[in-house]
Structures are given as C-alpha cells and as structure tokens.
C-alpha cells in the first residue's frame, strides 16, 4: 500500500512538473502570438494546475478499462489508395494509473487530379506513434500525450496535456487541455528545402447530464499555426497568352500564421427500446476568413447480445480562403496565393455504416470479452470553385471538380 | 508573471474545493437512475481506434478543425 502511495505521489509530481515546464514552454513560444491567445495559454495554464493540485473526494471515478484494438484501414478515391495497420493498446500500470500505446501506418499511393495536372504519380509512407499516460486522482482525470510523425518530406512532433473534473453530483464534466506541435517539411528532390512549423492548441469542454436518457457537450478549441504551411509542392495557376496552352504554373504562397476558432455542440441520447442516437453540430471559422460549418447524425442499435449496428449520415460544408483562386488573371496576381482544393469553396456527404460482432467468450483469446467490427463510409466532395485542368472546355471553363471515396476500417478488440 | 499565475490557480483550486455546494440547484439525476447512461452503446469513444481514423481521414481533406473533443494534436500530413 505504501509503495501503491509512492508510485502515485510520484506520478502526480511527474504531472505537475511536466504541466508547469509545459506552461513555462508554451510563455516562451507564444510570444509572437497575439496578446489575447498569451492571456489565454496562462488562465488555462493555471486551471490546469489549478485541478492539479485540487482535492475533491467524495466519491472516485475509475479508468477505462484495458483493452488492445487491432485495426486495418483502407482509403479509396480521387486517385489515391491509402491503406495500412494500426494497433492501439490501453493498460493499467495501477487503479489510478494507465498507459497508452498507438502505432499507425499509411502506405500511400497518390495520383491525385492535383499530382495528374503538374506532376507525376508518387507512393511514400507514414508512420505515426503515440505514447500516452492517464493518471486519476479522485475526480480528476490527468493525461499526458506524445505524439510523432515521420514521413520522407515531413516529420511532426507534439505533446498534449489534458485534466477533465466531474462535479456537481457527478452530473457535469470539465475538462480543458493544451497541445504544442513541432513540424520539420522538406520537399523530395530537394536537399536544400527546409522549412518549419509550429501549432499551438486550447481546448475546453463541458459534459452534462441532462436527464436520465440524455446528454450533451460543448466543446471549444483554438489553433494558432505559425510557419511555413504551404504544401511544398502545389502550384496555382494564371492565365498566360505569351504561351501555347494559354496557363501558367507558379508556387503556392500561403500567409505564416493561421488562427482557427471551433465549437462543437453534441448531444447523445438514449432511445427507449435501447438504442442510441448522437447528434453533432460544429462550426469553425479562421482567419483566413475560411468558414465551415458541420452536422452529423449517429445510431446505434443492439441486435441481443452479439451484433450491434451503427448508421452515420455527416454533411460538411466550407467557404474559400480569402486569397485562393482556382485561376488567378496573371502571374504574382496577389501576395498570397493558393488553389488547394481543401481551401476552396466545397461540400461533402458521408453515409456510413457499422457492424460489431461480440465474439463469444469461449471462442475469444484467453478466455477473454473480444470484438469484431467493419465499418464503412461513403463520401461524395462536390468543388464549387475548384476546376479539373485536364478536363476540356478551354482554361477556367472546365467542369467542375468533384470525386467520391471509400474508407474501410476492419478492426479487433480484445478488453481485458 | 509567474506570481499572477500561481495566485490565479491558488484562487481556482479553492473555487474547485468548494464546489457547487454553495449553489441552490441539486444534481437532479441520482446515481441509481443512471443506468441508460452507462450503457456502452451510449459511449462516444466505443470505438476509439475507429475514431483516430476518421479524425485523420476528414483533417487532411476539410479546413476545419478543432473541437472534436478528442486531444488533437493535427495531422501531421501534406
């Protein structure tokens, strides 16, 4: 029990120190940040210590449980195949101490209409590891996450604070939380290329019970991104008569810092005949005038014991960046420049659909709860100013560009 | 700076330790009569590897992003 106590003293303190150097980090590369984001990082630096070093027991909460889920995903359309592996491992070191681990890869084949029009077809790969740890102390839920992503042209790093509370009988959860990201871009082909960026996250939710069948959240999260965010390869186009085809290709020119601003309304809901349905709205705008707007409705129905079937119906909508153009009128038209179809005026529809399989325990590995599921969604993109330059009809009248995928998750639970 | 800051979380921690005793409303859902709640069909992270990938599919292909509700920490793509 003693030893039980040191470990988990030793935990908080690893916590503390870890929130305080975090805040100390974030002070120091905030500073080319606006005033008001400055003042933010240090209220929610000192909520964060704040619950850290709070003692409110009445009644604990307890961790997730352990579990492992092996996962094969498969992305499919607009020219691009992305599939690979990915496992996510979840244990308890003690009651009051958990452990995560999350490996994933992406094996990309690219032939995209923006690689077609300026470029050749490419395949390169993406590894992603994650390291986590949760420690809860009475209501208090603190977790510490690290977070890597190497590529052959970009390599990201970052770590995230989180603390969540339950209060008020239980009924309400808090939660707020920090992240900082480090990202090195290179272009292939080029040794001389190098150019970094930063971003800095913070995010704040609210859970409540509503009633006894349903629930809702709000969530808020700003982004700052400082650096170098172009895609390195991407070109805009221009209209050019010195030349036979009539067009020009210059680099993408995207201004050095973004802010972002989200919040996120959800509610869950749990129907009579024992099913549940989840209803999400979000509204996002930046400053790069950008403004979307997102609404997705869940279901999730029990066949007995063993099957359990989820339908998601999501719309998507956008607005442009203020300075993108699918065809600028002439070369250095503006001093920022872009036609990346993700910053162009656009919708998309998903309809998915989800099946889980509990295995039976006599089947399942040791003896212990397992799970099969297959989950599948469709989304259709439709580009309202975003144009397919191999298509005919003469530059700046060709149709319109849109495109649909497939996505497939195939993936194994064992909870232990 | 720093002063300021370990005040304000000294002045939050105590705010935290009194909790909402001092207000009139009552938590008006009892423990006991949360049961629909727990159901694990009623989870939001009943799938969270599934999550992950869904979070990474739309963040590289929307502009939107923030406030998932997840812990973040961008794509990492280009």
């Given at each position: 029990m003693a030893a039980k106590q040191r470990v988990v003293q030793k935990v908080e303190k690893v916590v503390v120190v870890a929130v305080t150097k975090f805040k100390k980090i974030l002070v120091l590369k905030t500073r080319s940040l606006s005033m008001t984001l400055r003042l933010a990082v240090r209220l929610v630096a000192s909520l964060l210590l704040s619950l850290a070093v709070s003692v409110t027991s009445i009644q604990a909460a307890v961790l997730d449980k352990d579990r492992v889920d092996v996962l094969y995903h498969s992305y499919e359309g607009g020219g691009m195949k992305i599939d690979g592996p990915s496992i996510l491992l979840r244990k308890k070191a003690t009651e009051s101490v958990a452990v995560t681990a999350y490996y994933y890869l992406d094996s990309i084949s690219s032939a995209s209409v923006d690689v077609l029009s300026t470029a050749s077809a490419y395949t390169e790969e993406r590894n992603e590891g994650q390291l986590g740890i949760e420690y809860l102390r009475d209501k208090t839920l603190m977790s510490f996450n690290l977070r890597q992503s190497d590529e052959d042209d970009y390599f990201a790093q970052s770590f995230s604070v989180n603390v969540s509370q339950d209060t008020f009988g239980d009924l309400t959860n808090l939660s707020m939380g920090l992240s900082y990201g480090d990202n090195d871009i290179k272009r292939n082909g080029d040794d001389i290329f190098e150019e970094e960026s930063q971003q800095y996250r913070l995010r704040a939710g609210i859970n409540q019970i509503l009633t006894r069948n349903l629930t809702a959240s709000l969530n808020i999260e700003a982004i700052a991104d400082d650096g170098y965010l172009n895609n390195p390869y991407r070109t805009v186009r221009y209209i050019d008569n010195s030349i036979p085809s009539g067009v020009g290709y210059q680099s993408e020119i995207y201004p050095q810092t973004r802010n972002s601003f989200a919040t996120k309304l959800s509610?869950?809901?749990y129907l009579p005949y024992r099913a549940a349905l989840?209803?999400?709205y979000r509204y996002f705008s930046d400053s790069w005038e950008i403004k979307a707007n997102d609404i997705e409705v869940g279901y999730r129905h029990p066949f007995g014991d063993t099957f359990e079937l989820e339908l998601k119906l999501r719309y998507y909508q956008q607005s442009a960046a203020n300075f993108y153009s699918d065809l600028y009128p002439y070369k250095d038209a503006q001093n920022y420049l872009a036609r990346d179809k993700e910053l162009s005026d656009f919708d998309n529809m998903t309809i998915?659909?989800?099946?889980t399989y509990s295995i039976p325990d006599s089947l399942s590995y040791g003896h212990?709860?397992?799970e099969a599921s297959?989950?599948?969604?469709?989304?259709d993109f439709n580009y309202n100013n975003f144009r397919n330059p191999m298509?005919?009809?003469g530059v700046g009248n060709e149709s319109l560009y849109g495109f649909s995928a497939n996505v497939?998750?195939?993936?194994y639970s064992i909870y232990f | 700076m720093i002063k300021y800051t370990v005040k304000a979380a000294i002045l939050l921690a105590l705010i935290n330790l009194t909790g909402c005793s001092s207000l009139s409303i009552k938590p008006w859902v009892k423990p006991y009569e949360r049961q629909n709640l727990a159901d694990p069909i009623m989870s939001a992270s009943r799938h969270p590897i599934a999550s992950m990938h869904v979070a990474h599919v739309l963040d590289g292909r929307e502009a939107a992003r923030g406030a998932e509700g997840g812990e973040g920490g961008g794509c990492g793509c280009n």
């Open positions: 509610a869950s809901y989840f209803l999400h998915g659909i989800g099946i212990s709860r397992s297959l989950q599948w969604d469709y989304i298509d005919e009809g497939i998750r195939a993936f | -």
